[in-house]
């Protein structure tokens, strides 16, 4: 019995040269990011070499690197960028769970929403650094106050990004919709929340950026761990190595979480043209 073949997808020639453009296009962007920041490392190792900026406050990347091999030989950099990296996750997914489930209610009444919107406004302008006393006092000093921090920083803005996505929908597909005798649940699953993805997306984004500055702000005020606990303290012992190193490892894990939103909206988009 001869096993079925899937035939070969076979492209026009004006497509397979699009494709291959777009791919040296794709790697000409990688490496111009990759030298770029080549030059940038180069330039400021090579000003510290030559004595152009003071490496006691400015750091060096091969000072950098020593930090980390120091941390790593005392058994504290896992420790300390697992404890940054668990509250900032938790501090994320609650955020923006609880966010577009607000969002949704929100869109779903009306009453509701015109009463809490000025509320949602001005906690969106409060400084949250203002509440650090508070949250304190509420939390205590461990990792619950810094995960409080983190959803109080991101929460307002999934909820301000995915209610005007929600909104935002047509509402003549909406009258439609309805002319067809749709439920309103109807209308949030078939139209509402597939045309809000985008939107979802981009709402992921930036508050992967909410997220860390939420959690190393929570570091700042009560943390006895993190990476914002080294960068405090490295400031007030003057080790401003250990700061610079503390700031580019986070750099790293930011860039990384982003990178892994990028990949899900890939993922997403790719299932949903299918």
Known sequence: ?????????????????????????????????????????????????????????????????????????????????????????????????????????????????????????????????????????????????????????GIIVAIMHMLSAFIATDKNKILLLRSMGASKLQILFKLVLPSSLASFISMLKVSVGMAWIGSIMGEYIVSKAGLGYLIVYGGQVFKLDLVMTATCILCLLAAGMYFLVVLLEKILVKNTEN
């Open 1 to 153: 019995m001869k096993l079925l073949r899937k035939p070969k997808q076979e492209f026009s020639r004006e497509h397979a040269l699009f494709l291959k453009k777009r791919k040296l296009n794709l790697l000409l962007v990688w490496a111009l990011r990759i030298g770029l920041l080549a030059i940038l490392l180069g330039l400021w190792e090579l000003s510290t070499a030559c004595g152009w900026v003071d490496p006691f406050i400015m750091s060096s990347p091969s000072r950098i690197f020593k930090t980390i091999g120091s941390l790593y030989a005392e058994g504290t950099l896992f420790y300390h960028i697992g404890i940054t990296l668990a509250e900032t996750l938790a501090g994320f997914a609650i955020a923006v769970v609880l966010g577009c489930t607000i969002a949704l209610a929100l869109w779903w009444s009306d009453t509701l929403r015109r009463v809490l919107e000025p509320y949602i406004v001005v906690l969106n302008a409060l400084p949250k650094i203002a509440l650090g006393p508070l949250i304190i006092i509420w939390f205590g000093t461990g990792s619950k106050a810094i995960i409080f921090m983190t959803v109080l920083v």
